[in-house]
């Protein structure tokens, strides 16, 4: 009897130490270069955001501050014949350093508004502290889409504009 009362409390020890892990966000910091906020489940999406730091890094600067821009990335097909599930990336340059933050959208999110302000909020409160400083540079946002392009080709990666 005293044998299935110890069980029973070990058991549910166990359950409670597994469930009561907290999960937090992958953040990697590289001053100067990049900002990475990772959902815990898109860390192997790391090579892939590094990749276009790369090729932006490659570009001529850009004249000031970049506002965010959204993305919805996915890759082509796995091997094995699984497609990997979508998610969202927000990239913006703030100071002369990129700051990439990558979300996994709900199922509640499937339409292209619900996506592009989830992400747009978790953006957002990542950068409160970083508001967009002048002068802003609208047109070199074009050489951030390029990186993003080749980046994706590069990898293999799907990536559709959200906003």
């Known amino acids: 009897m005293y044998e299935l009362l110890i069980l029973a409390v070990l058991l549910t020890a166990v359950v409670l130490f597994i469930r009561g892990k907290p999960v937090k966000p ?3 910091h ?8 990772l959902a815990p489940q898109l860390d192997h999406q790391q090579a892939f955001l590094e990749q276009i730091a790369d090729d ?11 506002p965010g821009q959204y993305y919805e990335v996915s890759a ?3 091997p094995g014949g ?6 969202l990336l927000a990239v913006a340059l703030r100071n002369g350093t ?28 990542v950068l409160t502290q970083l508001p967009l400083a002048d002068p802003v540079d609208i047109s070199g946002a074009e050489s951030l889409r390029t990186a993003v392009s080749k980046a994706a080709i590069q990898s293999g990666k799907l990536v559709r504009i959200l906003d």
């Open 26 to 28: 992958l953040i990697i």
């Open 30 to 37: 590289r001053p100067g270069y990049y900002h990475l906020t």
């Open 56 to 66: 932006f890094r490659r570009a001529p600067p850009p004249q000031g501050d970049l």
């Open 76 to 78: 082509a097909q796995q």
């Open 82 to 87: 699984t497609i990997e599930a979508p998610y």
């Open 98 to 125: 990129l700051y990439f933050q990558a979300i996994v959208p709900l199922p509640s999110h499937s339409a292209r508004e619900s996506r592009l302000k989830a992400v747009r909020e978790f953006s957002e409160a």
